[in-house]
């Protein structure tokens, strides 16, 4: 009987962290289909703000959960150039989290993709070492789209992190301020089996990017596979 118990026990977590991996690998795939269908928009991202970008934060399919906008949150990814000064092509993802009242208010009860470009390497290092509150912590900002680009150079040359959201097939840029973003190292565990941080993932490089994720990264290192930041 104690035998038949511990074999229950083990197939149990084993299943259970079976179901945790795809997940995650769920939500890398999702990431995936998202950057493809707004990067495929002619007035989305524009082409110079992703090329300057350090990191990229993708969360798909944000809800507005019914405690209230307190409680709202997303599950997402960051993959950010890899090389010393953000020089060389993109990292293997991390997971990562987006929390706050200031979600709530943008959802308005439907589901949200945000995408944030972090576009320099003070808001790259700020992102990836703590919980960090946007406005507060690292400068953030709706970022333009398409046409709009041309008139707001001072917006992104203040800017650490330039976010936009996607609804109901309408693109924007938005403001995330006072949501906080943080690395999300329980998913992190699960998708690639042990403890890591999303600085050790995408900035040290102790993983090597998981299938699931590749359709992504080949997507980036296509589409932005130069840092075009001024001396870089």
């Given at each position: 009987?104690?035998r038949?118990?511990?074999?229950a026990?083990?197939l149990?977590?084993?299943?259970?962290?079976?179901f945790?991996?795809?997940?995650e690998?769920?939500?890398?795939?999702e990431s995936?289909?998202?950057?493809k269908?707004i990067?495929?928009?002619p007035?989305?991202?524009?082409?110079?703000?992703?090329?300057?970008?350090?990191?990229?934060?993708?969360?798909p399919?944000?809800?507005?959960?019914?405690?209230?906008?307190?409680?709202s949150?997303?599950?997402?990814?960051?993959?950010?150039?890899?090389?010393k000064?953000?020089?060389?092509?993109?990292?293997?993802?991390?997971?990562?989290a987006?929390?706050g009242a200031?979600?709530?208010?943008q959802l308005?009860g439907?589901?949200?993709?945000?995408?944030?470009?972090?576009?320099?390497?003070?808001?790259a290092?700020?992102?990836?070492?703590?919980?960090?509150?946007l406005?507060a912590?690292a400068?953030?900002?709706?970022?333009?789209?398409?046409?709009?680009?041309?008139a707001?150079?001072d917006?992104?040359?203040?800017?650490e992190?330039?976010?936009?959201?996607?609804?109901?097939?309408?693109?924007?840029?938005?403001?995330?301020?006072?949501?906080t973003?943080?690395?999300d190292?329980?998913?992190?565990?699960?998708?690639?089996?042990?403890e890591?941080?999303?600085?050790?993932?995408?900035?040290e490089?102790?993983?090597?990017?998981?299938g699931?994720?590749?359709e992504l990264?080949?997507?980036?290192?296509?589409?932005?596979?130069?840092?075009?930041?001024?001396?870089?």
């Open positions: 009987m104690k038949v118990l511990t074999i026990a083990v149990l977590i084993a299943s259970t962290s079976s945790a991996g795809k997940k690998e769920s939500r890398l795939q995936a289909e998202v950057m269908e990067l495929g928009i007035e989305g991202i524009p082409k110079e703000y992703l090329n300057k970008a350090e990191c990229l934060v993708i969360f399919s944000v809800k507005k959960l019914a405690i209230g906008i307190g409680g949150y997303g599950r997402g990814v960051i993959t950010c150039r890899t090389g000064t953000f020089t060389g092509s993109w990292s293997a993802p991390a997971m990562f987006l929390e200031n979600i709530g208010l308005g439907q589901a949200t993709d945000f995408v944030l470009l972090v576009v320099n390497d003070k808001g290092n700020s992102v990836l070492s703590s919980k960090v509150k406005g912590d400068a953030a900002a709706a970022g333009p789209k398409g046409r709009d680009s041309a707001a150079t917006i992104v040359m203040r800017a992190i330039l976010s936009y959201s996607r609804s109901r097939g309408l693109f924007a840029g938005v403001s995330l301020e006072g949501s973003l943080r690395s190292n329980g998913a992190n565990k699960n998708l690639y089996g042990r890591l941080s999303a600085k050790e993932i995408v900035r490089g102790k993983v090597g990017t998981p699931a994720a590749r990264i080949s997507l980036l290192n296509s589409k932005s596979p130069r840092n075009g930041s001024q001396g870089k």
